[in-house]
């Protein structure tokens, strides 16, 4: 097992590949294909509600699910345990800190949006401040839905596969955006919400299975504590650490928290194929206990794959050093179908958002107002096959991006394009004087600023080579900073071409209490359990992994 220390880089996965691997990743395709097929063609889904919201039939157990499994993808496997391996448990901040913004998903935006009743964000921006305000926020979710979602993912799952199948990595590309889009274009989101319960499920029980193997081979999470630095096991470091300071993530990923979890079409477009209001809700409560897995499943390999193979010269390899080195024949090639069923999981949650947010957005609003059902889904169909083919060639030309640990630099993006958003929608919910002006200047003007701070961040002066930068998540909360200030001042200076407050409890004429109202009685005490419960835990978690 020490031997495949040596020989066990991420390049050389297909000479430890036997073909009993190979049957074993080509008979789950065939049960994915099939779950979808049965699915797509069970003969009920003749609506365009259907493509892109499931009919507004989404369970809770649905909706955790997909959206979790939007967000765990093969980059977030590889990254974390590659994190895991060089700093330990500091990454788990942007899994367990995130219950705070799924819970604001469920108590103040999601009441809103299932109330008004839309298919996509833009929709309901454009209700609160116009046409204009919607068209652009549907083009910057598109722009960020190809760039976040679909590229960074597609490269990462296709340096995978091409790893897997020892394929040039644009076949690998092809691949899987093939299986990603024929689920997305034959059943829209409930084939996805389906067959994503499927790969979940799978994906915890074999990430489980490895992390306790892996623990077994240590000698157990106390050995494994004794053998690794102690600050390893911190997920507050000192505002002195050059990797994640505490202050750092405390200001900077809420930024990014609020843009991620209640107001990303990706992430948000489960909750808005929910039944109802409280499945929607617990659905988002379901996913913020989902999220907990996070560090057993995917940073704590990386930390034992530090302790028993400390000298790997690279630390993107921990994660498939751990399978290859703990799992036996079979074995591995169930984490290489798992692995792709994440990768399907999150392009084919993006195709159908991207979707969605063009034909709904920009086709029946802007284009045709009174097209019929079949033209609508038809466009949203040529929507994911022009998308698919778009983010094909954007992920080929990230392959000529050399030297970028792929965890930062994708957190790094992310925190460039979260400040715009965070901006419009907190502020359009919680100050009622926002103006559709404000919105535009934010969308468009803010959009350049915060974008064009992080090409100078990332390409221009990079921060390796430039030591005068902030942390980017600092950076991303002071853009945030200036951005509020700069919307604040434009509404409260200029004059809007529509003024109205948001509807809060469905009365154009609320009152000054209406807001905590509406929040307030929008979930059961049934519900505020299961988010005391939540809360409970997680402060636990945060205390014991600090002070090491």
């Known amino acids: 097992m020490v031997c495949l220390l040596t020989s066990c880089a991420m390049g050389n996965i297909y ?13 789950y395709l065939v049960v994915l294909i099939l779950i979808g097929y049965l699915v797509s063609f069970s003969g009920k889904q003749k609506e365009a509600g259907h493509l892109f919201l499931a009919n507004r039939s989404l369970g809770w157990g649905s909706i955790g699910f997909t959206m979790w499994g939007t967000n765990v993808g093969p980059s977030m496997l590889i990254a974390s345990a590659s994190i895991g391996y060089t700093s330990g448990l500091v990454a788990g901040n942007f899994g367990w800190y995130a219950f705070i913004f799924i819970f604001l998903l469920a108590t103040v935006f999601a009441p809103r949006y299932l109330k008004s009743g839309v298919n996509t964000l833009p929709e309901y921006m454009g209700k609160r401040f116009g046409d204009s305000t919607r068209t652009i926020l549907a083009w910057y979710s598109i722009a960020t839905i190809l760039i976040s979602w679909l590229s960074l993912t597609l490269f990462a799952g296709g340096i995978l596969v091409s790893q897997i199948l020892n394929w040039p990595l644009w076949g690998s590309v092809i691949l899987l955006m093939i299986i990603a889009g024929f689920f997305t274009v034959a059943g829209g989101l409930k084939t996805i919400a389906i067959t994503n319960i499927f790969q979940m499920v799978l ?6 299975a490895l992390t306790l193997l892996a623990l077994n081979k240590v000698g157990g999470l106390g050995e494994l504590m004794r053998q690794t630095p102690a600050h390893y096991w911190n997920l507050f470091r000192p505002s002195s650490d050059l990797t994640y300071p505490w202050i750092a993530i405390v200001l900077g990923y809420p930024v990014m928290g609020v843009w991620f979890w209640c107001t990303d079409q990706s992430m948000v477009q ?3 194929g929910a039944k109802n209001l409280s499945q929607g809700q617990i659905g988002a409560n379901f996913t913020g206990w989902l999220k907990i897995l996070d560090v057993a499943l995917f940073i704590i390999p990386g930390i034992a794959c530090f302790a028993l193979f400390p000298n790997l010269t690279n630390p993107d390899e921990a994660y498939m050093t751990m399978v290859t080195a ?4 079979g074995m591995i090639g169930l984490v290489m ?6 990768l399907i999981s999150t392009v084919d949650s993006a195709l159908n958002s991207l979707s969605t947010v063009f034909t709904m957005d920009i086709y029946v609003k802007k284009y045709n107002k009174n097209a019929t059902t079949k033209q ?8 994911v096959v022009a998308g698919a083919l778009l983010a094909v060639f954007m992920a080929l030309a990230i392959d000529s991006i050399k030297g970028l640990n792929l965890f930062d630099i994708f957190q790094a993006i992310l925190g460039f394009i979260a400040p715009p958003m965070t901006v419009v929608f907190l502020l359009g919910v919680l100050f009622k004087r926002m103006t559709q002006l404000a919105a535009n200047v934010i969308l468009s003007v803010g959009t350049f600023i915060s974008m064009g701070v992080g090409v100078l961040y990332l390409w221009v002066f990079p921060s390796d080579v430039y030591d005068f930068w902030p942390h980017f998540l600092l950076l991303s909360f002071y853009l945030f900073l200036i951005l509020s200030a700069l919307a604040i001042a434009v509404s409260l200076l200029g004059k809007s071409k529509i003024e109205r407050p948001l509807e809060f409890g469905g009365d ?21 359990m299961l988010w005391l419960m939540l809360f409970a835990v997680m402060i636990t978690l945060y205390i014991s992994f600090n002070g090491h």
């Open 15 to 27: 000479d430890f590949l036997k073909p009993i691997d190979f049957i074993v990743v080509i008979a």
């Open 203 to 208: 994906l915890i029980l074999v990430s489980l």
């Open 270 to 272: 489960s909750v808005l």
């Open 326 to 329: 703990l799992f036996p024949s």
């Open 337 to 342: 179908a798992v692995l792709i069923a994440a």
């Open 376 to 383: 609508i889904i038809k466009v949203g169909r040529w929507v």
């Open 508 to 528: 154009a004429k609320a009152s000054k209490h209406g807001a905590f109202k509406t929040w307030s009685t929008s979930i059961s005490i049934s519900q505020w």
